[in-house]
């Protein structure tokens, strides 16, 4: 079996989606999954880029020790100086540097020529190879760059000392066969192409990026980059859990394995899904709810006679044991501390207790509290954790009528300690919520979107609310859970607008120091 590496980037590529906007601890967070599902490298961001990506690019670069951390640069020593500052105490130092070889993005966006870029790229990694032991250089746009151009550059960046080559379908434009092709033809035209792992980065313009990463491990691409859930700027990168499946399923075909803990992926996805706000949808292969849900009577016949007349993939592959909890109503603090821990969470002790409050009054109301209630519980509750004074939710009541105005009253207590009460109307009673909330916060906020979902299936299912709000200026996406879908609502916006103040508390504590 070969050994394929997972690259991931879901926390730099992936974090260009539209509207997507973490901050440094949620990144950290991510990074620590991602470590849990066994990544060999994780992209953390592009340090040069801001002060913010370099923060949070150096926080994990100095907490993550079992996953090589890398950052992004241009082809500039200031980027190069920036990423080795951030990534200097990692457990194996690595650089990305991309620069563009195809003709559209050198005559357009570059300006520059062949030659041009062929000297920046060698040059940038000549400085680099000063610094880091792993460097890995991507050639932006590969997939509509000249083939023979693309032999020359590599051939010299690999002499300049670059142990990683790229080929990014950077627009999402190749096909399968094409892709192949093109990893093929580099093997068999760069003398010196066996000093180093070839690498795919495929992107899913044209719905073709699984397809795309596994063509190129059919022709000798030995590392893979994607993120999970497939997200990623415009339609997405390669689903990282799509791939490291259809390898594992399909082991006869490909003869190769990556080193991910296939259990972990579910959990992985859902923190992902949570922390971005970006909902997985639930016909997607791998992850999405209905997954493995058979609906049509003649599949779920054949499923109860034998589940693999339908079922090429189980659920506790991906970390779906059952949907059911092992833990009971009446489990204890301790069990729930070990569950807790199971699925990647580690609460201070006055989280723990806050959430195990909340798992036990949801058995007192909800028929079946499975896996995935408890996973929402403490992850909001881990959101919380951070130490920053934010705005809770305290209560909250709605009036509607389907003749009369919707009237909410809400009780929240501020930053500051004091409790605020308000009531306004609104057309319906999530917003008649929102204007009350609105009243009470200093800022002028402005709703940008807004969804609800439930989480699990039956009459009592967790609803679980996302929106997308400007506040003080900056965009910030909130999700909040409950069992009522108004309370659940009012948590989403609090939660938006609490990101934003906890970012902007954790510059504030930067400058000072
Ligand atoms: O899609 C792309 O080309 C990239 C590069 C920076 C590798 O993301
Ligand atoms: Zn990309």
Redesign the pocket.
């Known amino acids: 079996m070969q050994k394929i590496n997972i690259f991931d980037?879901t926390l730099?590529?992936g974090e260009q989606s539209i509207g997507v906007n973490l901050n440094e601890l949620e990144k950290l967070e991510i990074a620590k999954q991602l470590e849990r599902l066994g990544v060999d490298i994780m992209e953390a961001g592009f340090p040069a880029s801001s002060k913010g990506d370099f923060q949070a690019v150096q926080t994990i670069a100095n907490s993550i020790r079992n996953s090589s951390v890398t950052g992004?640069a241009r082809a500039h020593k200031q980027d190069i100086d920036i990423a080795w500052d951030a990534l200097k105490d990692s457990v194996e130092p690595r650089l990305?540097i991309?620069l563009a070889t195809s003709p559209i993005h050198m005559t357009y966006k570059l300006q520059k020529t062949p030659d041009e870029v062929l000297a920046s790229a060698v040059e940038a990694v000549k400085y680099a190879k000063q610094k880091f032991p792993q460097v890995q250089w991507?050639a932006?746009?590969a997939s509509r760059s000249d083939k023979w151009f693309l032999v020359k550059i590599i051939t010299e960046v690999i002499k300049a000392g670059a142990t990683v080559i790229?080929l990014?379908?950077?627009v999402g434009y190749s096909t399968p066969a094409e892709y192949g092709n093109l990893f093929t033809f580099i093997q068999q035209n760069v003398p010196n192409i066996d000093q180093v792992i070839l690498s795919a980065?495929c992107?899913d313009d044209l719905g073709m990026a699984t397809a795309n990463s596994l063509a190129a491990i059919e022709n000798g691409a030995r590392q893979i980059?994607g993120t999970i859930n497939g997200i990623g700027?415009r339609a997405g990168?390669a689903a990282l859990e799509e791939i490291a499946v259809a390898l594992h399923i399909r082991n006869d075909f490909y003869k190769a394995k990556t080193g991910l803990k296939l259990n972990e992926i579910k959990h992985t996805s859902q923190l992902i899904s949570k922390l971005t706000g970006m909902v997985v949808p639930g016909n997607k292969a791998v992850v999405g709810a209905n997954a493995f849900a058979h609906e049509s009577g003649i599949h779920q016949d054949g499923v109860l006679k034998e589940a693999s007349t339908y079922e090429i993939i189980t659920p506790e592959l991906i970390g779906v044991s059952s949907n059911s909890l092992v833990l009971g109503k009446h489990s204890g603090r301790h069990a729930f501390k070990q569950k807790a821990l199971e699925l990647g969470f580690e609460l201070t002790p006055e989280k723990l207790k806050e959430a195990f409050d909340s798992y036990k009054a949801l058995t007192d109301r909800k028929k079946e509290v499975t896996e995935d209630d408890l996973f929402t519980i403490l992850a909001d509750k881990q959101t919380e954790q951070i130490n920053v004074k934010t705005y809770e939710l305290q209560n909250i009541q709605v009036q509607y009528g389907t003749n009369n105005v919707p009237t909410a009253t809400v009780v929240v207590k501020a930053p500051d300690g004091r409790f605020l009460e308000e009531a306004a109307t609104g057309a319906g009673s999530v917003e008649a919520i929102y204007n009350t909330l609105s009243r009470m916060i200093d800022e002028p906020i402005e709703l940008m979107d807004y969804k609800l979902q439930s989480i699990g299936s039956g009459r009592d299912a967790l609803a679980d609310a996302y929106v997308k709000v400007k506040y003080d200026g900056i965009e910030s996406g909130g999700r909040g859970s409950a069992q009522d879908v108004l309370e659940a609502s009012a948590r989403a916006y609090l939660n938006a607008v609490n990101r934003v103040i906890v970012q902007e508390e954790i510059k504030k504590e930067r400058l000072h120091v």
Do not use: G, I, K, W
Request: net charge negative; hydrophobic share 10%; aromatic share 6%.
């Open positions: 980037t730099r590529d992004l990305h991309f991507s932006e746009d790229n990014p379908d950077t980065h992107h980059e700027e990168n």
